[in-house]
């Protein structure tokens, strides 16, 4: 297991340096019409993207090294970053997503980065599989010592199995999910990851449309004094 | 004049684009870079990346700052490897661009203050 692990950190380590060329190459074009303009932002943001799931295969690796401090975090001020991270992107597919925040505990106890990480990865989840008329919500609540974040999508449903890992806590491997063409079952596998580390609570709800996924947070008792 | 040492060519074609000046060299390596400091090209900034083939950035760094002509030479960093939290303006470090998110804006930045 750990030979399997460490290869994915060394293809991981390999794919950076493309990517990353690939992102400086769009930004050297010069005189684009609207339309190629166009398709250089979007290789930029797919480039970008990329390198960001390669540099999260990385974190999962260096988990084991415990090297990821747990503080304080705004989890408003995470949920409104990667918002507006993915909010062109949003945009770009005719789709829309909808805040409410209606928790009063303003700080849990998490690392910045694995947090943004798996609001990322919920968020772009919920991008891809809602339908364009729908749109994906991003919700926060306050949940008995937790603060609960919720992003809702309106796609297929997910799979039982999957439901069932996510149950139980965490994914175990990436796997794809049959009822949602082209996905990998990365994002989820990460942000399982990243939730546990954090001993956060992650999980998922069926609905007959779509699926809501599910991260809570310990809330940050002695610094919520100061807020 | 500005340099640019860089093992990935193409990376180095990109932020020599990016300088928007003519007088720009790129080096793939540390030691073609110090050999023409060596033959009295000073640079006015130094864009540099640390994983090389052969000597490293620091090591670079170092010779450069074994020398009174060269010691306090800008340089900024170019890498793909995560210095954001590290103070190395002792080094002449003026500053440290991450090669996964840097943007052409932030490079011209660097040549409009240290290379004008």
């Not at chain 1, 789709?95 to 798996?118: E, G, I, Q, R």
């Not at chain 2, 180095?12 to 060299?25: L, M, S």
Request: glycine share 4%.
């Amino acid at each position: 297991m750990e030979s399997e692990v460490d290869g994915i950190l060394v293809a991981a380590h390999e794919l950076k340096a493309p990517l990353a060329l690939i992102r400086q190459l769009a930004f050297s074009f010069d005189g684009l019409n609207q339309e190629n303009e166009n398709i250089r932002t979007e290789m930029i943001a797919v480039s970008e993207r990329a390198i960001k799931q390669v540099n999260d295969l990385s974190k999962v690796r260096r988990l084991e090294d415990g090297l990821f401090e747990m503080e304080p975090v705004s989890i408003r001020a995470v949920c409104d970053e990667v918002s507006h991270e993915l909010g062109q992107l949003f945009s770009y597919n005719e789709k829309t997503l909808y805040k409410k925040y209606s928790n009063h505990s303003k700080l849990v106890t998490a690392n910045h980065d694995l947090l943004y990480s798996v609001i990322y990865n919920f968020l772009l989840n919920a991008l891809h599989y809602s339908d364009k008329e729908t749109q994906a919500k991003l919700l926060i609540k306050d949940n008995k010592g937790y603060v609960k974040v919720v992003v809702r999508d309106y796609g297929p449903t997910l799979p039982v199995d999957i439901w069932r890992e996510l149950k139980r806590g965490w994914v175990e491997k990436p796997v794809s999910i049959a009822m949602r063409p082209g996905s990998s079952g990365l994002g989820l596998y990460i942000a399982s990851k990243f939730s546990k580390y954090m001993n956060a609570k992650v999980g998922a709800v069926r609905h007959r449309d779509g699926t809501s996924f599910i991260v809570e947070l310990p809330i940050s008792k002695q610094a919520s004094l100061f807020v | 004049m500005i340099f640019i040492i860089d093992d990935d060519k193409m990376m180095a074609e990109c932020i020599k684009k990016a300088c928007q000046k003519d007088d720009v060299k790129i080096f793939s390596n540390a030691i073609l870079a110090m050999e023409e400091i060596s033959d009295g090209k000073i640079p006015d900034l130094i864009f540099l990346d640390i994983l090389l083939d052969g000597p490293d950035g620091f090591t670079f760094i170092n010779e450069l700052m074994s020398y009174s002509d060269t010691a306090n030479m800008p340089i900024v960093i170019v890498s793909s490897l995560d210095y954001s939290k590290a103070d190395l303006s002792s080094y002449g470090v003026v500053g440290i661009l991450n090669k996964d998110m840097m943007t052409p804006m932030e490079i011209k930045k660097y040549v409009d203050k240290y290379a004008i």
